[in-house]
């Protein structure tokens, strides 16, 4: 994967709903019994989390589900023990928002056959004990505003001194989003877009954890892929695609040249004319290293 992120719109995305998804135990003391059972029989819990982004009005956003009203985390969950870490959480991802297998509502048209592209690990963290702890909570927040405090509160980015054996580890995954991709939400969730500007500095409604991603993706530079719509026209442009052996008598590889990369520091595009004229056929970006110079006026 690229050290740079595509963002591609929220727009791109087609939405659904599926089946509920309740939540495993009814209860957070139940929750910790089965964490420490667990730990008996497999040892370290490993929990593995995808950072989706996409872009509206040109700003990044993090796709998070929202639970119950009440908390907001990212879509991932625990591994099975022995299971690799991207494998698991490309099928962690699909039990969350992937529409389920015999679904026909939907075609290869809405990226339904879109794979997750999982990117760098982004951070770990780690929860020392299942222990309970006293966490201030602000009444004005309300229920909404709250954010996962067994989820956040117990984990550290580190692992503390006195700590020899950590509960649990958990890694949030960089997910570069495809094109489109049809994203089915369970019905007792909710997934929204999240601005980082929302998240920036805001752990007391998103948690530390949350609230770190612009920190995270701050060293990453983001491209906006651009359409082909405009009217553009260059000689320069030409010479750039026979210099990679594309030309208006062999066209077929112009598609594939194009196909996976993308626009930058560039507002000039090809003409619907110059699409057919050279069989470019769907093609919506532009390589970076075709910039052409802007057509000038006899």
């Not at 700590?163 to 958990?170: F, Q, W, Y």
Request: with cysteine; charged share 20%; proline share 9%.
């Amino acid at each position: 994967m690229s050290n740079t992120i595509a963002l591609y719109p929220l727009s791109n995305f087609t939405f659904s709903t599926k089946e509920a998804q309740p939540e495993e135990d009814p209860s957070v003391s139940a929750r910790l019994q089965r964490l420490q059972n667990n730990y008996e029989d497999f040892g370290m819990r490993r929990t593995v989390e995808g950072v989706l982004v996409v872009h509206d009005h040109g700003h990044p956003h993090i796709l998070m589900l929202q639970i119950a009203n009440a908390f907001f985390k990212l879509p991932g969950d625990y591994l099975k023990p022995g299971e690799d870490e991207i494998e698991g959480l490309k099928r962690r991802l699909d039990e969350r928002l992937a529409p389920p297998s015999d679904s026909r509502q939907f075609n290869a048209s809405h990226g339904v056959d879109n794979d997750w592209e999982i990117g760098d690990c982004l951070a770990q963290w780690w929860r020392p004990n299942f222990e309970t702890f006293m966490v201030r909570f602000d009444p004005s927040l309300r229920e909404a505003r709250c954010f996962d405090y067994f989820s956040a509160c117990m984990q550290y980015p580190f692992i503390p001194a006195h700590i020899t054996k950590p509960k649990e580890c958990k890694k949030l995954f960089l997910v570069q989003m495809p094109e489109r991709k049809v994203l089915a939400v369970p019905k007792n969730m909710k997934l929204l877009a999240i601005p980082l500007f929302e998240l920036y500095d805001n752990a007391a409604r998103y948690g530390p954890q949350l609230s770190a991603i612009p920190h995270l993706l701050s060293r990453y530079p983001c491209t906006i892929p651009l359409p082909l719509s405009l009217a553009f026209s260059s000689a320069d442009f030409i010479v750039a695609l026979e210099s990679v052996g594309v030309s208006p008598f062999n066209p077929g590889s112009l598609s594939e040249v194009l196909s996976n990369v993308t626009v930058i520091d560039t507002a000039h595009y090809l003409s619907t004319e110059f699409r057919r004229q050279w069989g470019v056929v769907g093609v919506s970006r532009v390589s970076p290293l075709l910039h052409p110079k802007p057509p000038t006026s006899d």
